[in-house]
């Protein structure tokens, strides 16, 4: 049975506009579930990759060191992130063969705990909606009034685009950052902080994120496709 991204690829689907995003660090949520990850040692980290990563844990090891992170588990989250992100970017390089795409990374991480939390998966979601509120137990852990309204100007900014790209198939208007389509030449997306601004994903960030296209996964597992 074909897999969405196989149609994607032919070329294979109903033509239009096609807005594609992530967060910047979307498997730090889950963390929050696991104790102790800021003492896991090399060592734990790599007995854990191993499991996961398989005969493939060489090869994707050569891709990263531990010297670029400030604790081994750094490490183990930004292959985590990568892998869930390369989903979202081989669809991107896909579609806009065919149609334009607009592809965003939401950075924005000015919770109670930035470095913890950093931009988790799902933190886009209040801003698209412009809902902040602080009734439940998980948004006075993350928020206070403070804190709300210093994201209350991004979050109007999101909902302008997204209105814009619901009415025209076009995110760009009048007094916002000019967001281009994302082509595989430059491989430009949004990034929604603040400030908004725009970047190319750089060569090693689409090296992983090609890597990982690769396979599906399973239970965090990689299972490479035929």
Same mark, same amino acid.
């Given at each position: 049975?074909?897999?969405? *991204?196989?149609?994607?690829?032919?070329?294979?689907?109903? $033509?239009?506009?096609?807005? *594609?995003?992530?967060?910047?660090?979307? =498997? $730090?949520?889950?963390?929050?579930?696991?104790?102790?990850?800021?003492?896991?040692?090399?060592?734990?980290?790599?007995?854990?990759?191993?499991?996961?990563?398989?005969?493939?844990?060489?090869?994707?090891?050569?891709?990263?060191?531990?010297?670029?992170?400030?604790?081994?588990?750094?490490?183990?989250? &930004?292959?985590?992130?990568?892998?869930?992100?390369?989903?979202?970017?081989?669809?991107?390089?896909?579609?806009?063969?065919?149609?334009?795409?607009?592809?965003?990374?939401?950075?924005?991480?000015?919770?109670?705990?930035?470095?913890?939390?950093?931009?988790?998966?799902?933190?886009?979601?209040?801003?698209?909606?412009?809902?902040?509120?602080?009734?439940?137990? =998980?948004?006075?852990?993350? &928020?206070?009034?403070?804190?709300?309204?210093? &994201?209350?100007?991004?979050?109007?900014?999101?909902?302008?685009?997204?209105?814009?790209? &619901?009415?025209?198939?076009?995110?760009?208007?009048?007094?916002?950052?000019?967001?281009?389509?994302?082509?595989?030449? $430059?491989?430009?997306?949004? =990034?929604?902080?603040?400030? =908004?601004?725009?970047?190319? *994903?750089?060569?090693?960030?689409?090296?992983?994120?090609?890597?990982?296209?690769?396979?599906?996964?399973?239970?965090?597992?990689?299972?490479?496709?035929?």
């Amino acid at each position: 049975e074909k897999q969405p *991204i196989e149609y994607f690829k032919e070329g294979n689907f109903n $033509k239009m506009p096609v807005m *594609i995003g992530h967060t910047r660090d979307e =498997i $730090k949520l889950y963390t929050m579930l696991i104790p102790g990850t800021s003492l896991w040692s090399k060592w734990s980290v790599n007995w854990l990759l191993k499991k996961l990563l398989g005969e493939y844990y060489e090869e994707v090891m050569s891709m990263y060191s531990y010297s670029d992170y400030r604790r081994p588990s750094h490490l183990l989250f &930004a292959v985590c992130d990568e892998a869930f992100i390369s989903r979202g970017v081989d669809a991107a390089e896909a579609l806009s063969r065919y149609v334009p795409v607009y592809l965003y990374r939401f950075d924005w991480d000015e919770t109670k705990f930035p470095r913890k939390m950093g931009a988790f998966h799902s933190l886009d979601v209040p801003f698209v909606f412009g809902h902040f509120t602080l009734d439940s137990d =998980i948004a006075k852990l993350l &928020a206070n009034k403070k804190i709300v309204k210093k &994201a209350k100007p991004l979050s109007r900014q999101i909902m302008t685009y997204y209105t814009n790209f &619901a009415k025209n198939g076009d995110p760009n208007g009048e007094g916002l950052i000019y967001w281009p389509a994302y082509t595989p030449e $430059k491989k430009q997306r949004i =990034i929604f902080d603040t400030p =908004i601004s725009v970047k190319s *994903i750089s060569e090693d960030e689409f090296k992983k994120y090609s890597y990982f296209s690769q396979f599906y996964i399973m239970g965090m597992k990689l299972e490479k496709k035929e």
